[in-house]
């Protein structure tokens, strides 16, 4: 059974950073894409980020390009999100998700694989 587990979430002032882990069991990590959603009060659901299964290929959000960084260790089975220069309009429930094939995924249909979030606050 596979399993994402968030964790790095927490309050930060706007211009500080975070760093976001998910850790991943159940199935081969190195043969998943891995990506991050996330999801405001009140708004829809939304792409942040998303990394192939080699991590030679990653894909972002407009509204994060240049801020935030995904990488993946297919030796520690572990994603990571590195999120700086942190807006509040970046406050949301962060949310790590999974699908096994060699592409990189930007669709939220696309993940077979969620976890149970991760809350990131960024005050003004």
């Known amino acids: 059974q596979v399993q994402l587990v968030e964790s790095g979430g927490g309050l930060v002032q706007a211009g500080g950073s975070l760093r976001l882990s998910c850790a991943h069991s159940g199935r081969t990590f190195s043969k998943a894409a891995m990506g991050w959603f996330r999801q405001a009060p009140g708004k829809e659901r939304e792409f942040v980020a998303a990394?192939?299964?080699?991590?030679?290929?990653?894909y972002y959000a407009d509204s994060v390009k240049g801020r935030f960084t995904i990488s993946r260790d297919n030796a520690k089975n572990t994603v990571y999100l590195q999120m700086n220069s942190l807006k509040p309009e970046d406050t949301a429930v962060y949310y790590c998700?999974?699908?096994?094939?060699?592409?990189?995924?930007?669709?939220?249909?696309?993940?077979?694989?969620w976890g149970q979030g991760t809350q990131v606050t960024v005050s003004s």
């Open positions: 998700v999974a699908r096994y094939d060699s592409g990189i995924h930007i669709t939220e249909s696309d993940y077979d694989y």
């Open positions: 990394i192939s299964w080699s991590g030679g290929n990653t």
